[in-house]
């Protein structure tokens, strides 16, 4: 039902879509599934393990163990999707999510090593995340891609609203083993949508990535690394950070309404950014919310007390809205110029990125042991802030203005009358 009223919803707004709708309606819905029982989690693990005495080094080394294994795993699944399709990799992905949300369940009766939470967890970031990507940048349409990367950031926001919120009223009122038996049923119910619709990659190829031209795609690894490494610290340390030095009383429930305040704020801003950045010059529009969002950081050390904790939230989810959907945008257009390396390229980004957010992670581990948990925040929101300006090295051919576009890349301006 969510399905068909969503279709009628946007159907009008794709009528260039008639053959290809259904796959995306479907990817949508599945992920806004996916982020409402991801999101469940997300935000509340940090402070969920240092309930169940992890220190605030192991936590870290949790996330260390979580990016060490997906360094790995990101190249499996690569060669899952090749051989059997985005969305068959994406039922691995819910089934270790399950397995993921079992051990953290149990965490208080069977005190799980760090290794065994972060790798399974991790490994079933590694068997969504990839697919998606090949999947979105596989049925999307290139000249609307800003808005359709617009309605799933509403979708996902929408997901990324309600799961925080129902999450710490649950562990609010039943306790915090709750967040995990609500996610386990929405994971399977994510799983539904995609496979309405046959894959939409070519299944059984084989994948070579020495033919990966690496020279082209210096400037897109740099970027996604930077924003991968930002986003893992501001997603993951930021919610900890809050929950330690800002919050008193009933920190599960007043986590989800802060969290999801923030996102909230951002749904209305996803569509004019989707619609804006496939125009003239999407390129002013990353760059500056990549210098707001890299300011943020000299204030989040600052914040001890709820109503700053809201300011920084709201402003956070805007000015990544307003990063990250053009950055995406440009990614996938890049995987569009390289004809039979669209898995490869995705992967290889994703492993790099792994590589730098565990680094970063097993540096705020070693910073832990020696100095207080204020100091490894601290630590913590100077990296982020510092690899958030790395996104400033892009070079996406997508995100060039129109104007300039036709003139480097050689395209006739249509006559007036023509347009």
């Given amino acids: 039902m969510l399905k068909q009223k969503l279709a009628v919803l946007l159907r009008r707004r794709y009528f260039w879509r008639d053959i290809g709708f259904d796959e995306l309606s479907e990817l ?23 309930q169940n005495h992890f220190s605030v080094s192991q936590i870290c080394l949790v996330y260390g163990s979580f990016f060490m294994t997906r360094i790995f795993i990101d190249f499996v699944a690569a060669h899952a999707i090749a051989r059997y399709g985005p969305k068959h990799s994406m039922i691995v992905s819910c089934l270790l999510q399950i397995v993921s949300a079992s051990l953290f369940l149990t965490l208080p009766y069977y005190h799980w090593p760090f290794w065994l ?4 967890y991790g490994a079933a970031a590694s068997f969504f995340f990839i697919p ?47 967040i995990f038996l609500l996610a386990v049923g929405f994971l399977f119910g994510s799983l539904w949508p995609l496979f309405q619709s046959a894959e939409p990659v070519r299944t059984h190829q084989k994948l070579d990535y020495r033919t990966l031209p690496l020279h082209r795609i210096k400037h897109d690894l740099i970027t996604y ?39 909230l704020v951002s749904i209305g801003s996803a569509y004019p950014i989707g619609k804006a950045i496939d ?20 204030f989040r050390p600052l914040v001890h007390s709820v109503i700053p ?76 802030g510092t690899a958030s ?20 890349y050689g395209q006739a301006k249509q006559p007036e009358a023509a347009r």
Avoid at 31 to 50: C, E, I, K, Q, R
Avoid at 230 to 251: H, K, M
Avoid at 280 to 296: A, C, G, K, Q
Avoid at 357 to 383: C, D, H, N, P, R
């Fill in 279 to 298: 125009g003239r010059n999407p390129r002013r529009i990353m760059h500056l919310s990549v210098i707001l969002n890299s300011s943020l950081y000299v």
């Fill in 225 to 263: 690394v930077g924003s991968g490494v930002e986003n893992t610290l501001c997603i993951n340390a930021w919610p900890f950070y809050v929950s330690l030095f800002a919050l008193s009383g009933a920190v599960y429930a007043q986590l989800g309404m802060l969290t999801a305040f923030g996102v």
């Fill in 28 to 50: 949508y819905v599945s992920n806004m599934l996916h982020t409402f029982a991801v999101s469940l989690l997300l935000v509340f693990v940090p402070y969920y393990l240092y």
């Fill in 117 to 120: 939470l972060g790798s399974i």
């Fill in 389 to 408: 300006f790395f996104m400033l090295a892009e070079r996406f051919k997508a995100l060039t203005p129109k104007k300039r576009y036709n003139l480097v």
């Fill in 309 to 384: 904790a809201y300011g920084i939230n709201m402003s956070n989810e805007i000015v990544t809205t307003g990063y990250r959907m053009p950055m995406l945008k440009g990614v996938y257009a890049a995987a569009d110029d390289l004809p039979g390396h669209r898995i490869v390229y995705i992967s290889t980004l994703e492993a790099c990125t792994s590589l730098c957010k565990a680094t970063a992670w097993l540096i705020l581990a070693i910073v832990a042991t020696s100095f207080s948990a204020y100091s490894t925040f601290v630590v913590a929101f100077f990296i982020a």
């Fill in 132 to 178: 998606f990507h090949v999947e979105f940048s596989k049925i999307k349409h290139t000249k609307h891609a800003g808005k359709e990367l617009g309605y799933m950031q509403m979708l996902d926001k929408t997901g990324a609203v309600l799961g925080p919120l129902v999450g710490g009223l649950a562990a609010h009122y039943f306790g915090p083993q709750a």
